[in-house]
């Protein structure tokens, strides 16, 4: 990885260039090709199965992100989103079920490396309750936009985000140094994610705070920090109590499988 330093001085305003059209590969004008639109259905479907989520608990399947907006880049991933109810899988322990799909994601990202025209799949699971804030979203259930992307003339102060993306790795940077466990991977994660939301919810998709995490996600800074917390949880698992911690995330993980499936009266 290189240096804080370096990247910061590889970072540009050029890097969120606005462009005229959408991404060609996927669009031609503002439709989505129809050949995009089987392949990310067929993405999408494969990833509802190894979530083991029912087909008729998903309420829509999603793209957004800079692939459905103007600002698409070399570092922009394909963002595809599943759309379910979580209060109508286990309303009782809904954190504990976006926990579930976040490590559904990791463990369907290290077996299948999937892409889009060479463009890497990134693969969400959407409570229907969330807000979502995005200037582009696509729905490819009904074919259409949800929200149609516009362009805008930008302006953005490279100095506050060289400065917000520099507070953040390094913080990342020391927390790899120190002792830490798997409530400071946390506790950091959240942050960079109330950060983000914050930029996107004042200012959208080019707001200091969204930028700065691109700039995280583009120089493998947010994947860093996921590898800490595997260490984490591994480090965790290896102290006293790991059969109870274990077995109680098995059976956990047990009760959701059975909801997900309908095998559980709610």
């Known amino acids: 990885m290189k240096k804080i330093e370096q990247i ?11 462009h005229d059209k959408l991404n060609p590969k996927f669009f031609k004008g503002e439709s989505l090709k129809k050949s995009i639109k089987n392949g990310l259905l067929k993405i999408a479907d494969l990833f509802i199965e190894f979530c083991k989520i029912k087909p008729s608990g998903v309420e829509d399947v999603l793209i957004t992100g800079s692939n459905t907006n103007y600002n698409y880049s070399d570092y ?7 759309v379910v109810d979580f209060t109508k899988i ?3 322990n809904k954190e504990l079920l976006r926990d579930y799909f976040d490590d559904k994601k990791v463990l369907f990202a290290e077996k299948y490396d999937l892409k889009a025209k060479e463009i890497p799949v990134e693969l969400y699971i959407q409570d229907s309750n969330e807000q979502h804030v995005s200037t582009g979203v696509y729905s490819l259930h009904k074919d259409d936009w949800i929200v149609k992307p516009v362009k805008d003339t930008v302006v953005i102060d490279t100095k506050k985000v060289d400065k917000k993306a520099e507070e953040v790795m390094k913080e990342i940077d020391a927390l ?5 466990d798997v409530d400071k991977v946390n506790t950091l994660k959240e942050k960079i994610k109330k950060m983000r939301k914050a930029g996107l919810d004042k200012k959208g998709e080019y ?33 006293n109590e790991t059969a109870l911690k274990e077995y109680m995330l098995k059976k ?9 499936r309908g095998d559980e009266n709610t």
């Open 76 to 82: 922009s991933d394909m963002d595809i989103h599943i």
């Open 8 to 18: 910061l001085e590889d970072f540009s305003a050029d890097d969120f260039e606005i």
């Open 207 to 239: 707001s200091v705070e969204n930028l700065a995490f691109k700039v995280l996600r583009n120089n493998g800074y947010l994947e860093k920090l996921g590898e800490l917390k595997i260490d984490a949880v591994n480090k965790e698992y290896s102290v």
């Open 176 to 180: 790899a140094k120190s002792s830490f």
């Open 252 to 260: 956990a993980k047990e009760k959701i499988n059975k909801r997900l």
């Open 90 to 92: 286990l309303p009782e």
